[in-house]
């Protein structure tokens, strides 16, 4: 294994590699397309919050002077509901049927919630049974939020709740961090799109569909995608096509081994890429380049070591671009003995059960997606150990 890299020692240069794509630059976006998105500058507020004095209850605006002692008959001068238009002023001696978020007419200077109160005579009065102080169940304008302060801040990923206050301040754009930028290419003459009948030798599309949704899940943006045959030619092609596309980062699978037809290799080699073998399964064969600019992290075409290096190499620096919190990580006992192959760390596809522990889903085998499918873990299984039995402790990733 001495020819192996060292899963710590690869992921530290990749994250190397793509910690330029920290420094975002900002763009404005729609509200309606802000979730998900981290706010570039504080967001100012326009608009107090509440803009005016409004009602907190269903009841009757009053002044608090006019109910004592309680409790107090008092004439309805009118009624205000929650609509456009200023309500006219309320005058002593009287009170007036308001609606829950109601403007608060002026002079009113507190409201009586309807279950404190009860109808006197033929409804043209009220009586009122406890006295209220002055302010209770008054929404001062800006008692929320005077407008100048800062709504949101800066550097916060906007979630329902950020854009509700950012709509109650009267706001339709937000200034935003651009996304990440990323190309997905799958590689090889045996694929064609997932749906397509097979003919002999081909098979569907598996790493652009989990790599394109695996990049989105991330928070970053797909900007282009491709699948192409075995031809280094039309690789170039691709590879133009995703930077003329604005591409910051470009993510192959496929054409990376040491054999025929390895069109990654055959194109990136020249121009200085790093490929080789890490010291892990599955996931072993990986490559690294720059062209025109832009990183590329290739990984290989067998569909879970594929989605297994993503998660491992460029999940980790897309997430805390992105403002999202790492992959969450758990120690539990394992259900079943396993065994491992030694000086290369083991990623097991595996499942939580009932009662806590981490059984082994499937075989060790790269080309395996329905077990990775019908797990949700990884289980971790470090250089140094060859076997493990059940009960033993062991670090998962929780997918």
Do not use: C
């Amino acid at each position: 294994m001495a020819d192996r890299i060292p899963v710590d020692e690869h992921a530290r240069f990749v994250r190397s590699l793509l910690a330029p794509l920290g420094a975002r630059p900002s763009e404005v976006v729609p509200l309606g397309e802000a979730l998900g998105r981290i706010t570039a500058s504080p967001v100012e507020s326009p608009l107090d919050l509440p803009p005016f004095r409004n009602s907190q209850m269903d009841g009757f605006a009053v002044r608090a002077a006019d109910l004592a002692p309680a409790p107090v008959t008092l004439p309805i001068a009118g009624e205000v509901a929650a609509a456009p238009g200023s309500p006219a002023p309320l005058a002593p001696g009287t009170a007036v049927r308001i609606m829950t978020g109601a403007m608060v007419p002026d002079g009113a200077d507190a409201v009586v919630p309807v279950e404190d109160t009860e109808p006197d005579g033929d409804g043209d009065g009220v009586r009122i049974l406890r006295g209220r102080a002055a302010g209770e169940y008054v929404r001062e304008a800006g008692s929320d939020l005077p407008a100048g302060a800062d709504v949101l801040p800066a550097g916060v990923r906007l979630a329902s709740r950020h854009l509700a206050a950012a709509a109650a301040s009267g706001l339709t754009r937000l200034l935003v961090r651009e996304r990440v930028r990323v190309a997905v290419v799958s590689t090889g003459s045996e694929l064609v799109p997932p749906g397509e009948q097979l003919g002999p030798g081909e098979i569907p599309d598996v790493n652009g569909v989990a790599l394109e949704a695996a990049v989105r899940a991330t928070g970053a943006v797909v900007v282009h995608s491709a699948r192409v045959r075995d031809d280094v030619g039309r690789l170039r092609g691709e590879l133009d096509a995703a930077i003329a596309a604005g591409a910051e980062l470009v993510l192959t699978s496929g054409g990376i081994s040491k054999g025929a037809y390895e069109v990654v290799r055959e194109l990136l080699e020249p121009l200085g890429a790093w490929v080789g073998s890490i010291a892990m399964q599955p996931g072993g064969p990986q490559a690294t380049a720059v062209y025109r600019g832009a990183p590329v992290i290739a990984f290989p075409g067998n569909p879970v070591s594929a989605q297994l290096s993503f998660e491992l190499f460029v999940a980790p620096t897309l997430r805390a671009i992105a403002g999202l919190p790492p992959a969450r990580t758990e120690r539990m006992p394992l259900a079943d003995p396993v065994r491992s192959i030694p000086g290369k760390r083991q990623f097991l596809r595996g499942r939580r059960t009932d009662d806590g522990r981490a059984l082994p889903v499937g075989g060790p085998g790269s080309h395996l997606v329905a077990a990775l499918a019908a797990s949700d873990l990884l289980i971790v299984i470090p250089e140094d150990v060859e076997a493990l039995d059940a009960g033993d402790p062991v670090d998962t990733v929780v997918l």
